[in-house]
C-alpha cells in the first residue's frame, strides 16, 4: 500500500516535470558563493541553478556544508562572496521586511524543527497561515488536513516537547507543507523518522512537487536517494564536487 | 492575527501575572489617589475661598465688660458688619476641644464675633484692638492665606505622587516587557525565520501592556468610587468629575503602550 504509493507519487513527479519543463525559469541561482566561518570555509565557490518545479537532493557528509546552504536560501545568513538569487530576488538586496515576505512563500524544515515551544501543534501549524492571513476556519481546516497527512492529527493541542523527536520533525514537516509554498527545503527532514515514515515523507514532498514546487531536500541518507531517484548535488567539504541523477 | 495575538496575549500575561499584578495595583493606586487628592483639594479649597470672601473676627472681652455695648459700637462704625455675641457658655463649647477641662464655664469672659466682608477685615481689627473692652482679637484672614497655599501646595504634591506611580507603572512595564522578550528570544527567531514581520512580533507585547494599563486605570477608577463611599462619613466629597475617569484610563493606556514600545525597542537580532 505504502509502497504503491511512492510509486504513484514518483510517476507524477516526472510527469509534473514534464509539464512544468515549458515554463521553465530558475527557481535557486547561486553564483560563486562562498561561505566563511572565522576563518574557516564552509562553501566555497557554489554555482548551481535549480529550475522552478525541480526536486533536487543535497547530499553529503556530516560537516560538508549542506545546512549553511539552505540557510543561505532563506536568509538566514549571508555569503561572504557571490550572489544568491531566489525566486528572482538577489537575497542580498533585500531589507528586512522583503525577506520576511519571502519566507512567507518558502516552506522550510529545520534540521532542529524550530518549533514554537509555547504554542501547541495546531498553533504552531495556523501561526504561518495567520502571517498569510487566512481566515480562522480555513486556518484550523487546513492545520486539520496538513496533520492528518503526517498522521499527528490526534496531537492537536500538544506542545512540541510532549513528542517525540520524529513526531516533532513531523509536525514541522506538516508546517511547512501547510502554506502550498513556491519553495520546499528540507533539511534532513528524515533524520528522525523509520524508514516506512521516511518514505512516506518522502511521498508527500513529491506530491507537492507534482502541484508544482520546487523542492531541495538536504540528506546524508543515500538509500533515501536510491529509493527516490532525482537529481543530486553531492557537497564536499563545502565544495559542489558532483551533479548527478540519483544517488552517488 | 487576531486568534493567535489574543492567545499569546493571554500566555504573556499569564506568564508575567505575579509583577503584571503589581503593575496594575501600582496604577490603581496611583490613580485612585489622584482622583480622591484631587477631588478632596478642590473641594476644600473652593470651600475655603466662598469663607474667605466674609472674614470672622473673634473679640474677647474682658472680664465684667458688657457685650452689646460693643455690638452697638462695631454697627455704628461698620454698617455692613454682623456681629454676634457669644455668652462664656457657647466660647467654652468651642474651646472645649482643644482647652480641655480648663475651658470650664465660669471661668471664661465673654466674646464677640464679627462677620464683616474681607476688604474691611483689616479696619474692623484695628477699631477693635483700639477698644478697653477688648483683651483679644483674632482674624480669620490670619489662617485662610496659609491655608489656601496650603492647599495648592498639597495639590502640586498629590500631583507628582500621581505622576510617579504612573512612571513606575510603565518603569515595571518596561521591565517586564524585556525581560519576557529575553526569555522569548529563541521564539522570537523562529517567528522570523518562518516570515513574521517586526510588527507581528511586537503587538501582542503592545497589546498586553496597553491592556494591563486600561486595567490599572479601570481598578483606580473602582478604588477612587470605593474611597469616596468610605470617606462619604467624614468628608462630603463632590461626585468624582467622569474626566477624572477617562484621563485616569488613558494615562494607563498610553503609560502601558509606552512602555512596551521601549521594552521592545531592540528585538533579538538575527545575522
Ligand atoms: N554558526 C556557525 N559557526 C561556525 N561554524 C559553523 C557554523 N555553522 C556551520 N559551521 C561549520 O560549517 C561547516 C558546515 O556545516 P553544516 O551545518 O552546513 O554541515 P552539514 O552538511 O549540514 O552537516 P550535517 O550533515 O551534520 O548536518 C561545518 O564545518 C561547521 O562546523
Ligand atoms: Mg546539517
Redesign the pocket.
Known sequence: MLHCRSVLAKGLGELGRERVRARLTAMIRLESVT?T??G?P??VGISAVVEKGEFVFLT????????????LLYRA?VPDAGRVVVAGQDLSALNRREVAELRRRMGVVF?DFKLLRRRTVGENITFVLDLLGLPEREQQRRAYHALRQVGLQHRLSAFPEELSGGEQQRVAVARALVVQPELILA??PTGNLDPERSHELMAFFREANYRGTTVVV?T?DVSLIAAHPARTLV?ER?RLVQDQWGSP | MRQHLWREVARQLREARGMALVAVLLLAVGGAWAMLAASFLQWGRAGLLRAASQTVVVAVLVEGANPALLQASVASRFPQAKSVALSPRELGQTLAGWAGGAAAEGLLPAAVSVTVPASQAQALGEFLRSQPAVAVVSSSQEWVDPALAGFSLALRLAGLLATILVFAFGALVVLVVRLLVLSHADEIAIMRLIGAHEEDIRAPYLVASTLLGVVGGAAGVGLALLGKFLLDPWVRLPPLPHTYFLLTLLAGGVAGALGAAVGTRSLPQEP
Open positions: 561561505k566561518y572565522r574557516r564552509a562553501l553529503g557528509p556530516s560537516g560538508a556544508g549542506k545546512s549553511t546552504l539552505l540557510r545568513e534540521q533539511d534532513e538536504a546524508h557537497l563545502g
